[in-house]
């Protein structure tokens, strides 16, 4: 029988995986041990601290639903997931920076008209955003269909809610940009709010004496046939929050001055009451291919 010292095991362990037939998959193994084996020589991992590892690991796994993603909570959190985000659009050539996709894209965006409230049922201060989509030269993009969504007044998305069950979406929609790359809606302002704490990942911000907070923002997915899709969001200037995003999503380019406004009319010409707030922004995509990211806590549950 073998014996293996330290070393000699991660050597071992990466040759164990020599002949899986997909390249770019033993690669990555192989990494994963290498990294992993060094994370547990460099701190000599105790047996206590890789037990309360793979207890939290579970308990991650089994606060997932098909509406909760526990797992893309702790990529977000430890900067995994604008890493991931960062490696893979090093060029931006002018088009708008991205950031992360968060656990609450859930689907169900209906197309609604321009101009609708997104949030009608909702209580607070109204806002209406308008915005264009061009290419990389200014052009604007016809016919593109884009999904927005945000929290409500408490912080919360529809999706948190039990009443999301019965009575559908809300403050989620998707819009169809027209002959000038255009887009508006209404909604109201965002506020800060914090990433779910009931859960292990949650535990780990409060107990590492993290803040829980995401400075306010609406996100945009625009999914433009012939370029990249662009996962992004807009952040509300001023937020107490921009400069320590618990998920590190924060880019100065996409934080957009909100003008409050008292003119007794939006900028479709319907009446608003005083005071509201304007938000404009401009998304800007990249010709290219992809495909717009699947809600994953969805495609669990779809396949199951
Ligand atoms: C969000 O913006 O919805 C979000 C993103 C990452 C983690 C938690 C929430
Ligand atoms: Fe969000």
Same mark, same amino acid.
């Given at each position: 029988m073998t014996q293996f010292n330290d070393t000699e095991l991660t050597a071992a362990?990466?040759? =164990?995986?020599?002949?899986t037939p997909e390249p770019r998959t033993k690669f990555l193994l192989q990494e994963l041990v290498k990294s992993l084996h060094e994370y547990v020589r460099k701190t000599d991992l105790t047996f206590d601290e890789w037990h309360t590892a793979i207890e939290? @690991?579970?308990?991650?796994?089994?606060?997932?639903?098909p509406i909760r993603q526990e797992f893309i909570l702790l990529s977000d959190v430890l900067g995994v997931s604008m890493l991931v985000d960062a490696v893979n659009h090093r060029d931006r050539d002018g088009a708008t920076e991205t950031t992360v996709l968060g656990p609450f894209y859930v689907g169900e965006h209906?197309?609604?008209?321009?101009g609708t409230d997104v949030s009608a049922n909702?209580?607070? !201060?109204?806002?209406?955003?308008? =915005?264009?989509?061009?290419? @990389?030269?200014?052009?604007? @993009?016809?016919?593109?269909?884009?999904?927005?969504? $945000?929290? &409500?007044?408490d912080g919360y998305y529809d999706s948190q809610k039990p009443e999301y069950a019965t009575e559908g979406p809300s =403050? *989620?929609?998707?819009?169809?940009? &027209?002959?000038?790359?255009?887009?508006?809606? *209404?909604?109201?302002?965002?506020? =800060?709010?914090?990433?779910?704490? &009931?859960?292990?990942?949650? !535990?780990?911000?409060?107990q590492t004496r993290r803040?829980?907070?995401?400075?306010?923002?609406? $996100?945009?997915?625009?999914?433009?046939?012939?370029?990249?899709?662009?996962?992004? $969001?807009v952040f509300m200037e001023g937020d107490k929050y921009l400069d320590s995003d618990v998920v590190f999503g924060v880019k100065d380019?996409?934080?957009?001055?909100i003008e409050k406004r008292s003119d007794p009319q939006m900028p479709d010409g319907k009446?608003?009451?005083?005071?509201?707030?304007?938000?404009?922004? !401009?998304?800007?995509?990249k010709p290219g291919a992809g495909e717009a990211p699947q809600p994953m806590g969805v495609r669990v549950a779809e396949d199951a």
């Amino acid at each position: 029988m073998t014996q293996f010292n330290d070393t000699e095991l991660t050597a071992a362990v990466i040759e =164990s995986f020599d002949e899986t037939p997909e390249p770019r998959t033993k690669f990555l193994l192989q990494e994963l041990v290498k990294s992993l084996h060094e994370y547990v020589r460099k701190t000599d991992l105790t047996f206590d601290e890789w037990h309360t590892a793979i207890e939290f @690991l579970t308990r991650t796994g089994q606060k997932c639903t098909p509406i909760r993603q526990e797992f893309i909570l702790l990529s977000d959190v430890l900067g995994v997931s604008m890493l991931v985000d960062a490696v893979n659009h090093r060029d931006r050539d002018g088009a708008t920076e991205t950031t992360v996709l968060g656990p609450f894209y859930v689907g169900e965006h209906k197309v609604m008209p321009h101009g609708t409230d997104v949030s009608a049922n909702l209580a607070g !201060e109204r806002m209406f955003v308008q =915005s264009r989509v061009t290419d @990389l030269d200014g052009k604007p @993009l016809a016919g593109v269909p884009v999904d927005i969504w $945000h929290a &409500d007044g408490d912080g919360y998305y529809d999706s948190q809610k039990p009443e999301y069950a019965t009575e559908g979406p809300s =403050s *989620r929609a998707r819009f169809v940009t &027209d002959a000038d790359g255009r887009f508006f809606f *209404r909604t109201i302002l965002p506020c =800060s709010y914090p990433i779910p704490t &009931d859960g292990p990942v949650g !535990e780990m911000i409060l107990q590492t004496r993290r803040h829980p907070m995401r400075p306010a923002h609406v $996100h945009f997915l625009v999914n433009a046939p012939g370029y990249q899709p662009l996962i992004t $969001h807009v952040f509300m200037e001023g937020d107490k929050y921009l400069d320590s995003d618990v998920v590190f999503g924060v880019k100065d380019e996409l934080i957009a001055k909100i003008e409050k406004r008292s003119d007794p009319q939006m900028p479709d010409g319907k009446p608003a009451e005083a005071p509201w707030h304007l938000m404009t922004y !401009e998304f800007h995509v990249k010709p290219g291919a992809g495909e717009a990211p699947q809600p994953m806590g969805v495609r669990v549950a779809e396949d199951a």
